[in-house]
């Protein structure tokens, strides 16, 4: 309802005024607050300090994220001076009320001038100052702010603290915040509930999880949030048995269960479909956030059935929910499902945003997805979604999966400013594309522009782009750089150091970069493998398997490939069925084209066509060229025409464009001297437009 009439409201006092203010902090009223005491203005009444301060509170609780601030600026402003002309700012609080207000409304220089003004100052203006800093983004100020307050003689209070610790879980804040902790403990603010909580958070910030245990163990009255809180710490560092356990024991001491207990727990990945149970037995099927949740947490799993029939159900639409449901179809490669639910998000007028369309981006991953790719870039620049950083690297890294090095650089050149992030794109999409040579030539930009320093990333891609070009020189001043900047500490660097040596062929090096870490995982273990079966080591390769096992860790794809390969290089093949079966049978991993085409070529030189025919017919997928390639390979070696000719017209049906295949079969042709037929696949290549590769067939 609104107050209308000015002559009924001469009965009205002050009192009548204050409890519609309160009603707007409560959220009980529709009236915004300003116009509330427009009413209260033309009723003749004076307000005092006391209707000021509640308007005050009652503007900063009405504030929504898609409120006018600069019509709401100029009613504040209009407030502001009616407290200057009235003098109720000489009062502390209602002042502290006006300073929050500004704060909330990010005018940050205008609430530090009133706090600079203010001739008395409390513990709760000081806490309010602090606040607004750390909430607009001004930490260091918020800090020295705080060293200022102590040095004054304030006393810090609880919610000084909680309105510290939550940015000092920064790196660069971990000291600061651990000398708040120093500071409650001898203030006895540890002591108190939300400063504890407030600490556990901190801890596993920094990932000090034993610290953060600890405090959660000696709180004598663990409320909700302080269970919540503890599930959440173990949550961020992806220990989900720990997350659990927690959540274990809060359920048998009947600790009540909230929304935010059940999102922690979805973000451990605990298993989401008895926390789905507890979502109906509780009645929080209600809640948006925690159907988002649950939706996220079937996409994330691949079961898109489930996700799409709750998002089907939830009581309004979710960008996020149905981000990650699109995201999924995109990570599995279904475009065209990517395609139908992009054009329904158009028709119901879902804003996309940037992380939605970096989702669907990801998806374009060869070639064949071109025309949805330049779709979405200009669905990117219609929207004005082009001008942000995030959507910018999602195009420079589909166009590196096209191999379009021209138009990736285009883009990068386009960034007003570049973070490390960019620059990490377009290295490793030129190394992707097997453009090396410029990878390099835009990481010497990347140095001479003063741009950000080189991360784990990018030496990363850039050790790869070294195996790219064989280039041991430059791979080992990286080595030198990582030893440096304590890089090395990073698995995936060392892994890529492995990859390296071995590529450039220095096993050696390659052995002690391995032998220097002291817990691999399996893609380091990887690189290993595959670099002695590359060296032609490989009683060392299937050693490296063995004690890869021995330690526990599961083989995956890239394994096998390192371990085939070793018996294709050696011609072990009973090696090889044992390890190609075991990859089935054992650990139920469904072959690449690379494995059968490893496999195909292992058979083949041993003679055993037969064999090696009837593993690409019963092959799962279409064998493509490199697989019946593998075959012609073997078939010259071994002087097979006939069967040869079989698998070049298999393959001229499959790549006909592939000029390769005719020098293979001009090969094959020239081992039985059936010159004849070689001089016809020439006269072949020549119509074809292949001339260049006369030169390396044989005569």
């Known amino acids: 309802m609104r107050i209308g009439n000015p002559i009924t409201l001469l009965t009205k006092d002050l009192s009548f005024f204050h409890s519609l203010l309160k009603s707007c902090i409560h959220g009980d009223y529709s009236s915004s607050p300003i116009s509330i005491f427009r009413d209260l203005l033309r009723s003749c009444l004076r307000p005092n300090h006391l209707t000021m301060s509640i308007l005050l509170q009652a503007s900063t609780a009405s504030l929504l994220p898609h409120s006018s601030l600069d019509s709401l600026s100029s009613q504040v402003g209009g407030v502001h001076t009616h407290l200057t002309k009235s003098g109720l700012d000489r009062f502390v609080y209602v002042k502290t009320s006006l300073l929050d207000l500004y704060l909330k409304m990010g005018c940050v220089t205008t609430a530090r001038v009133l706090f600079d003004e203010m001739p008395e100052r409390d513990t709760v203006a000081w806490n309010a100052l602090i606040c607004g800093y750390s909430r607009n983004g001004y930490e260091s100020d918020a800090w020295k702010l705080f060293i200022v307050m102590l040095q004054q003689g304030f006393s810090p209070s609880a919610t000084t603290l909680v309105n510290l610790l939550p940015f000092c879980g920064h790196s660069r804040f971990v000291s600061q915040g651990k000398s708040v902790h120093a500071i409650a403990a001898k203030s006895g603010l540890e002591l108190d509930s939300q400063a504890k909580n407030a600490l556990i958070s901190f801890y596993s910030k920094c990932t000090e999880l034993d610290s953060a245990k600890l405090l959660f163990t000696e709180m004598e009255d663990k409320s909700t949030v302080s269970w919540n809180t503890m599930i959440g710490a173990y949550s961020q560092s992806g220990l989900q048995e720990e997350a659990f356990t927690v959540f274990r024991d809060m359920f048998e001491k009947s600790v009540e269960i909230t929304s935010v207990t059940v999102i922690n727990l979805l973000s451990a990945h605990v298993s989401h479909e008895p926390l789905h149970c507890l979502v109906v037995k509780s009645g929080m099927v209600k809640d948006n956030s925690v159907i988002t949740s649950l939706i996220c947490a079937y996409s994330r799993c691949g079961s898109l059935d489930s996700a799409e029939r709750l998002y089907a159900s939830a009581t309004q639409d979710s960008i996020v929910g149905l981000t990650s449901i699109v995201s999924s179809y995109a990570e599995k490669g279904d475009m065209d499902i990517v395609v139908l639910y992009f054009s329904k998000m158009r028709q119901r007028c879902i804003k996309i945003d940037a992380i939605a369309l970096v989702g669907i981006l990801h998806g374009c991953s060869n070639s064949s997805h071109i025309d949805i790719g330049m779709s979405l870039h200009a669905f990117a620049i219609k929207s004005g979604l082009c001008t942000q950083t995030l959507v910018v690297n999602g195009l420079i890294t589909m166009y590196s999966k096209f191999d379009d090095v021209e138009t990736v650089l285009f883009l990068f050149e386009q960034l007003e400013e570049a973070p490390i992030i960019s620059w990490n794109s377009v290295i490793s999409g030129c190394v992707q594309s097997g453009r090396a040579s410029t990878a390099f030539e835009v990481f010497h930009q990347m140095k001479l522009s003063g741009g950000p320093m080189p991360d784990a990333i990018t030496i990363a891609s850039l050790l790869a782009g070294c195996s790219q070009l064989c280039c041991l020189h430059l791979g080992k001043k990286l080595h030198a750089y990582t030893f440096r900047n304590n890089l090395e500490i990073e698995k995936f660097v060392c892994t890529a150091l492995i990859d390296m040596y071995a590529k450039c062929g220095n096993i050696v090096l390659a052995e002690s970069v391995f032998k220097s870490i002291k817990a691999p995982c399996t893609a380091t ?175």
Request: with cysteine.
């Open 525 to 699: 273990w990887n690189s290993v493998i595959s670099g002695y079966s590359l060296a032609g080591l490989q009683s060392q390769a299937f050693s490296c398997y063995m004690e890869m096992r021995e330690q526990g860790l599961k083989p995956d794809k890239i394994t096998f490939l390192g371990v085939i390969s070793a018996c294709t290089h050696g011609g072990l093949v009973d090696e090889g069925k044992i390890y190609f079966r075991a990859m089935i049978k054992e650990f139920g991993i469904s072959p690449s084209l690379q494995h059968c085409a490893l496999m195909v070529g292992l058979l083949g030189r041993a003679c055993l066509f037969t064999e090696a025919l009837i593993l690409i017919w019963k092959m799962d997928i279409k064998a493509d060229s490199a697989v019946w390639g593998a075959l012609l390979s073997a078939c010259i070696v071994k002087r097979e025409v006939e069967l040869g000719e079989y698998v070049a017209k298999k393959m001229f049906m499959l790549d006909y464009r592939n000029g390769g295949l005719y020098v293979l079969m001009s090969n094959l042709y020239a081992t039985e001297a059936m010159w004849d037929d070689v001089a016809r696949v020439r006269r072949m290549m020549k119509d074809n437009g292949y001339d260049g590769y006369l030169g390396v067939s044989q005569t």
